[in-house]
């Protein structure tokens, strides 16, 4: 089991991701620069939190055009694990992998904070570890992250069991409290909260030790 | 190959909250700017290009706006093909 952490210039949450992989988990990763295109031997993607060329024109948009981001594009559509966490959940959407749009704070604050999630896993695959409707506490980190999307395709969405985490108390003024979407098949999932920084109980819980610990199972 | 240039104006789906928006037409009625009843950001965005002729411009340029500058799901754009500079070399 190898875990790609793809790495932008400003992404900031990669090491992050790679001690909650490797240090909490014992699950091997590998750093892949914007620049690379070669994914073999890797089960899974994560696009990890940051600023990705700083954030330029809108967050996403320019990751969107990278080399790596192309051979993940074609991985997942292959059917392979893909999870973007909180800049990486922007790149997605740009990416058009996942619909809809993230926003500025509807109260304009960059938030860091817990919070309580609500989880509904429906197919999605890194959630196959978490009750449905259960409750689980990570950490949110973001100014950028009030989903949009039209009211039609939000129903859309709910109706098809992809809007896979809500916040219980929105924070950012999210449609339909959406914290995390997966893509219909289920390989991929995007959210807003960080489950890589609830793995370790010396910073606090580790109830997203099951998210990455999906893997292994 | 004649030079074009470009303004695109990119602003936020009237359906999509702008709360740097609402901040700035707040702080407008502090400076004593009262009456200000819609305020709105969006960006303008200044480009030069190079195209054999007006239509490919075009086309590169509705490209570039549609797929980078803006973000359809969210962002409306409008292009604005200015006089051809006609700069050449």
Known sequence: MTLGVVVFPGSNCDRDVRWA??????IRTRFLWHEERD?????AVVIPGGFSYGDYLRCGAIAR???????????????G???????GFQVLTELGLLPGALTRNRHLHFLCEPTELTVQPGACSWLQSYGAGEVVSFPIA????????????LRQLEDNGQVVLRYCRNPNGSVGDVAGLSNAAGNVLGLM???????DATTGGVDGRRLLGSLLS | MPLFSARVLVSLRPSVLDPAGEATRAAAARLGVDGVSR??????????????DAATARQQLELLSDRLLANPVIENWTLELLDDAGAGA
């Open chain 1, 21 to 26: 992989a490797e240090g909490c988990l014992g």
């Open chain 1, 39 to 43: 994914l073999t031997g890797l089960d």
């Open chain 1, 65 to 79: 055009f990278a080399p790596v981001l192309q051979e993940v594009m074609a991985f997942a559509q292959r059917g």
């Open chain 1, 81 to 87: 694990r893909v999870l973007g966490i909180c800049n």
């Open chain 1, 142 to 153: 973001h100014g950028e992250g009030r989903y949009q999307v039209e009211p039609e395709q």
């Open chain 1, 193 to 199: 909260p960080h489950p890589e920084r609830a793995c």
């Open chain 2, 39 to 52: 305020l709105r950001i969006g960006k303008a965005v200044e480009v030069e290009l190079d195209a054999p």
